[in-house]
């Protein structure tokens, strides 16, 4: 009995003080920290009618997975006009830049995650369709992601010229 209980105890004193780095080795080998389902309503606040304005929207909607549940909050500016871009594939032919792209996440335990995307990314379309895929740095973080860093990546597309937007969103925290 005693041999069972000082094998039990060093095994979590090798657990706690030995391998510190255990999370950082599952993440690393098992996918991101972060790994959610989103679907988000996307509506107009503004748009400048000169082609070389900027549109304004804001997103609101939920996000699902890993590690729970959230609601998401986003602000977004891109560049009014959808000019043929390089960097949209064939069937969504025009694309927009992101001037400006700011979301944050609220989990029911009250924790805050948030980011922002590096300017000069593209929304692209069709006129119908439009997908994105946006990627920077975690900005911030409150309760169990306190001073966490990463970066963070969504592949997003709305299929008809609704507003309801759905992709994956991930982290990897550093």
Not at 141 to 152: A, I, N, P
Not at 156 to 167: F, I, L
Request: with cysteine.
């Amino acid at each position: 009995m005693k041999l069972g209980i000082f094998v039990a105890l060093t095994a979590l004193a090798l657990a706690v003080f030995a391998v510190p780095d255990a999370h950082a080795w599952w993440g690393h080998h098992h996918g991101p920290d972060v790994k959610q389902q989103l679907f988000v309503q996307i509506i107009s606040i503004n748009v400048d009618e000169d082609p070389a304005g900027n549109s304004t929207s804001v997103a609101s909607g939920i996000a699902k997975g890993q590690p729970g549940r959230a609601d998401v909050s986003a602000v977004l500016v891109f560049k009014t006009a959808f000019v043929p871009d390089e960097d949209c594939p064939d069937e969504l032919p025009l694309g927009a830049e992101v001037v400006r792209f700011e979301w944050g996440e609220v989990y029911s335990d009250g924790s805050l995650l948030s980011g922002f995307a590096d300017a000069g990314q593209v929304f692209c379309t069709d006129g119908t369709r439009t997908a994105a895929e946006l990627t920077g740095p975690v900005s911030g973080g409150t309760g169990r992601f306190e001073g966490r860093t990463g970066t963070w990546s969504t592949v997003a597309s709305s299929p008809t010229t609704n507003t309801n937007t759905t992709g994956t969103f991930t982290v990897d925290f550093d």
